[in-house]
């Protein structure tokens, strides 16, 4: 039976190491946020709505047409993504648009395609 090389089997704990990663560990509270975040972005759909609002700004009407989905269904994904603050809408007279939130979430999205794409 060989040894597993990508297990380590020092006993030496490097002290300076983790009390520089500790200083630098988020709350409990932000972990659970961003793994909420996460979880979110972990649906199909709504990665493939957030690509589509990456290209454009786009009303309910003309996702649907591009997801060949219903509108009621792109509405509801919508919801859970502008609760969440990863997308936000600005209304033009009958017509409601949709964007993504901010570049934050424009960076994180298109970090994570460039990432995927170059994995392949």
Do not use: W
Request: negative net charge; charged residues 30%; glycine residues 4%.
């Amino acid at each position: 039976m060989s040894k597993n090389e990508f297990t380590c089997d020092c006993n030496i704990i490097h002290e300076d190491i983790v009390r520089d990663t500790l200083s630098k560990m988020p709350s409990e509270d932000s972990f659970n946020k961003l793994a909420e975040f996460f979880k979110i972005l972990g649906d199909t759909t709504r990665t493939r709505i957030l690509f589509a609002l990456d290209q454009n700004e786009m009303c309910v009407c003309d996702i649907a047409n591009v997801l060949g989905m219903t509108k009621s269904s792109i509405s509801h994904q919508l919801g859970i993504l502008r609760r969440s603050g990863i997308v936000k809408c600005r209304k033009e007279g009958k017509e409601v648009y949709y964007m993504l939130d901010d570049d934050h979430v424009k960076e994180l999205f298109e970090v994570g395609i460039e990432h995927i794409e170059h994995k392949i």
